[in-house]
């Protein structure tokens, strides 16, 4: 009877063994997988794309949301009445004169043309979280109103 219960204690320990071992295996697939779709979760955005009542922007190269350099402004799309753009790059917070501040990027474009691309140069501005904003205008339009379309976003500036 002893030896009995020896050998159903055995078998008890070996079926239990199993299915730990079963168990981590699974387990540990599942880990892999969940890294790996992590991962491509994780992949750093290499544009920000903009769209708004007919204006549609793209600014590149960006890491998510950290620029450096020289950012590449690409106007894909802009409203038929369009004929002034207005494209800013504002530190976060700012309240002082945008055209004598050497951390603001103003830049005025007569007659834009869908394709057209406005180049900002980081490397002149400091450090830190900054608005760009892009805005659409047209001749005559109402100072109290004047914008036809507007998008903006921020980014990290890290030079």
């Known amino acids: ?35 790996t779709q992590n991962q491509k979760i994780q992949e750093p955005k290499t544009e920000i794309n903009l769209e708004n009542n007919g204006l549609k922007v793209k600014i590149s190269p960006t890491e998510d949301k950290k620029v450096s350099g020289v950012v590449t402004v690409t ?22 004169d945008l055209y004598n501040d050497p951390n ?3 830049q005025w474009i007569e007659n834009p043309s869908a394709g057209q691309e406005i180049l900002l140069d980081t490397t002149k501005v400091e450090n830190g979280v900054y608005g760009i904003g892009v805005a659409a205008t047209y001749e005559g339009a109402p100072e109290s109103s004047p914008w036809i379309a507007l998008v903006q976003t921020q980014v990290n500036v890290q030079n």
């Open 1 to 35: 009877m002893k030896l009995e219960c020896f050998g159903v204690g055995i078998l008890v320990l070996a079926v239990i063994g199993t299915l730990f071992i079963s168990g981590c295996i699974q387990q540990s697939g599942q880990e892999t997988y969940q890294v």
């Open 75 to 96: 106007l894909q799309n802009i409203p038929s009445e369009t004929t002034k753009m207005l494209v800013s790059m504002t530190p976060q917070g700012f309240k002082g």
């Open 104 to 106: 603001v990027i103003i």
